[in-house]
């Protein structure tokens, strides 16, 4: 099997929906809409594996699973990003996860 490094991280940004197109990016006001979702793929330090889920809140979201509160990856933290991808909706988001 063949080692891969993983320190750079994938990113992808999907902008604006029609609602948002008057909102500039990196304004305060786009960075604090409550329409984002967040589809991510964290890997664990501890064993390699990875963890692939959706949110609304991506910080809260890779806080709660590198604090064990997550009952799915409460024995396999800390995590590292190793993808995310932005969405309009949750619905999307999970879409994508599903995936």
């Not at 099997?1 to 197109?21: C, G, I, L, Y």
């Not at 594996?49 to 709660?64: A, E, I, P, Q, S």
């Not at 619905?91 to 995936?99: F, G, I, N, P, R």
Request: contains cysteine.
């Amino acid at each position: 099997m063949a080692e891969h490094n993983f320190s750079k991280v994938d990113t992808r940004v999907r902008f604006p929906s029609p609602a948002q197109a008057k909102l500039k990016r990196g304004s305060p006001q786009a960075a604090c809409s409550h329409h984002n979702a967040y589809c991510l793929v964290l890997q664990s330090l501890k064993d390699n594996r990875t963890y692939v889920g959706y949110t609304n809140n991506f910080k809260r979201r890779l806080n709660k699973h590198n604090l064990g509160h997550s009952k799915s990856t409460k024995y396999r933290f800390p995590f590292k990003v190793f993808f995310t991808e932005e969405f309009e909706n949750i619905k999307t988001a999970k879409k994508c996860e599903l995936w």
